[in-house]
């Protein structure tokens, strides 16, 4: 127990970034079941797949939706990964001033290594004829060696932030 809430708090720490949209007009309300595109291909290993689907299929469960195979709503997913730039850097810098003249050269030199990270594109699908009704994206970083615990409990927490703002507030 302990040790699993360690891991969350640690994943908890790296900064998963969520946007959402969603289509104005639809009522929510009225989607109760979901599934998968049988022919859904995530970019990530078999094993990843199951880890997103279980953690997803838990949050919406706990929500109140329930997997169908003739569902209200599909859900696509879609991976990328790409190199994170490097925020920290540190400034070298040589100038002059004299009577009337001066100058002066910065440079940002990179510390650290830069990292991974993983882009997740969440899509619910209306297929009687609204089309994409919700998406979101999720931006986290991605260490490829991480543990199953510690990609299983990253999984869990980008699910739950994606799932914060769905169903979305509507007038």
């Excluded at 007009?25 to 109760?32: L, P, Q």
């Excluded at 949050?59 to 879609?78: C, V």
Aim: hydrophobic share 35%.
């Amino acid at each position: 127990m302990y040790l699993l809430f360690g891991l969350m708090l640690a994943t908890a720490c790296a900064p998963i970034y969520v946007t959402h949209d969603y289509e104005k007009t639809v009522d929510f309300n009225n989607y109760k079941s979901y599934n998968y595109y049988a022919d859904i291909e995530t970019g990530m290993s078999q094993l990843d797949d199951k880890r997103l689907f279980k953690a997803l299929d838990d949050a919406l469960q706990n929500r109140g939706y329930t997997l169908s195979e003739s569902p209200d709503f599909f859900i696509d997913i879609k991976t990328s990964e790409f190199q994170q730039a490097r925020g920290n850097t540190v400034g070298v810098g040589v100038g002059s001033a004299g009577r009337n003249g001066g100058g002066g050269i910065s440079i940002g030199l990179p510390i650290g290594q830069s990292q991974l990270g993983r882009q997740i594109v969440f899509e619910f699908v209306d297929e009687d004829g609204i089309g994409l009704i919700w998406q979101a994206v999720s931006e986290s970083d991605y260490r490829p060696n991480a543990t199953p615990e510690k990609r299983e409990t990253q999984f869990i927490a980008i699910v739950e932030k994606v799932l914060k703002k769905f169903p979305p507030e509507t007038n």
